[in-house]
């Protein structure tokens, strides 16, 4: 009986044991998952949109826009243009979704997944994902091709 006990005892302090370090990790990924919401949340403004041709350079695209991301899983983006602004001949120019938002924080990416688009119908049920970065104080999101390769980068600058 005495064995049984002792048994049972060992077996209780390893299973605690294993339950505590699921919980721990899992709390350390919420952690890092909050971190990086806290991060994002917010509006920025767009400072340069820059595309990477398959044949080499970079060509800078003189957009204007916005992203907000509400710190609840949602976002929104608007670009166009800098050419069609304050213009009549602006429609269908630029992009325009919005949707929830998730977060793979190992691998710095950012999912839009848009549930709707004013501009782009097609658009609706995609995600976008996007590879993120902070430099010197911006947010840099990139899209990359089916190959890995960047084929974008948006720079944001949030609004404090």
Do not use: C
Not at 57 to 86: C, F, K, Q
Not at 103 to 115: A, F, G, L, S, Y
Request: aromatic share 12%.
């Amino acid at each position: 009986m005495r064995n049984l006990v002792r048994f049972a005892s060992v077996l209780f302090l390893f299973s605690s044991a294993i339950l505590w370090g699921v919980n721990n990790n899992r709390n350390a990924d919420k952690n890092g998952l909050d971190t990086i919401e806290q991060q994002f949340a917010g509006n920025y403004e767009l400072g340069s949109f820059v595309s990477f041709p398959p044949e080499g350079g970079e060509v800078l695209n003189n957009y204007a826009g916005r992203i907000t991301y509400d710190g609840h899983g949602h976002m929104s983006a608007i670009g166009v243009p800098a050419r069609v602004i304050g213009s009549v001949d602006n429609a269908n120019s630029g992009f325009s979704y919005f949707g929830n938002v998730s977060w793979d924080v190992e691998n710095q990416t950012v999912t839009h997944h848009v549930t709707g688009s004013p501009i782009n119908g097609a658009m609706v049920g995609v995600d976008m994902v996007r590879y993120y970065e902070w430099v010197d104080g911006l947010l840099v999101l990139a899209t990359k091709d089916s190959a890995g390769r960047v084929v974008a980068k948006f720079s944001w600058r949030k609004f404090e």
